[in-house]
């Protein structure tokens, strides 16, 4: 997708709005989409483009790793015309055009090329770490009364143990006459842990547990 001018406001404007729903330029994953319009960036944006701002954040979080994200780099575009540079492009290739060209040599020579490209791109993706899409969860965890044991209930939570889970920081939050239901973070790899996973193995503690929910959701 073109965002036009990214040193524009007009340009900016339809790139904030683009990310209000999305995490990345293409697909589910950081890609050359997002590096080629990382690089056409002057900088840190405002604050008045809250989604860029959040997007810029992350994906320059991975420093140098940006340079190999999956997928193919986007022909290039840049944040405002040059006529005159385009003008005498047009014009060379007026003094190089040869009416009497051989068709069989210039169809030889693109698929030579062609090929070449396709080497050079297939060796540089072989080479590329796997990126891992991870999500960060937020569960509430409700007890059945204020005689609930919520120390157990964490305890019992935190059992819950699979490849792709991590576990992280935890709070008790009040609901009402007395209760107070356990909050815990987690992050999980997309691929391996999903949330009707958690769910259904957090609800087998029948004793201790009686429902939870999915508190924040938001991928890495």
């Known amino acids: ?10 340009g900016l404007k339809t790139l904030d709005d683009f990310l209000q729903t999305r995490s ?9 989409a997002d590096t080629s319009v990382f690089s056409r960036l002057s900088g840190l944006p405002s604050t008045d483009y809250a989604h860029i701002l959040r997007w810029y954040n992350h994906i320059n979080s991975y420093g140098a790793e940006k340079d190999s994200f999956p997928g193919q ?14 003008e005498k492009k ?7 055009f040869d009416p009497f060209a051989s068709d069989e040599e210039e169809d030889a020579e693109a698929e030579r090329i062609k090929q070449e490209r396709l080497a050079a791109y297939e060796a ?4 590329k770490a796997v990126i891992i899409a991870k999500s960060n969860i937020v569960l509430d965890v409700k007890p059945w009364d204020d005689e609930t044991d919520m120390a157990e209930v964490e305890k019992a939570v935190r059992s819950v143990e699979c490849d792709g889970l991590l576990w992280g920081a ?21 691929d391996k842990v999903g ?4 769910e259904e193995e957090i609800t087998k503690f029948e004793e201790l547990v009686q429902s939870v929910d999915i508190a924040a959701f938001n991928k890495i």
């Open 124 to 127: 540089k993706k072989s080479k």
């Open 24 to 32: 990345y330029i293409e697909g589910y994953q950081p890609s050359q």
């Open 1 to 10: 997708m073109s965002f036009g001018d990214l040193k524009s406001c007009a």
């Open 90 to 96: 047009d014009n060379d290739n007026d003094d190089d």
């Open 73 to 86: 780099k986007p022909a290039e575009e840049t944040n405002g015309p040059s006529p005159a540079k385009d």
């Open 170 to 190: 935890s709070k008790l939050v009040p609901l009402a006459y007395g209760i107070k239901k356990l909050q815990i973070t987690c992050v999980v790899e997309d």
């Open 195 to 198: 949330t009707d996973f958690l």
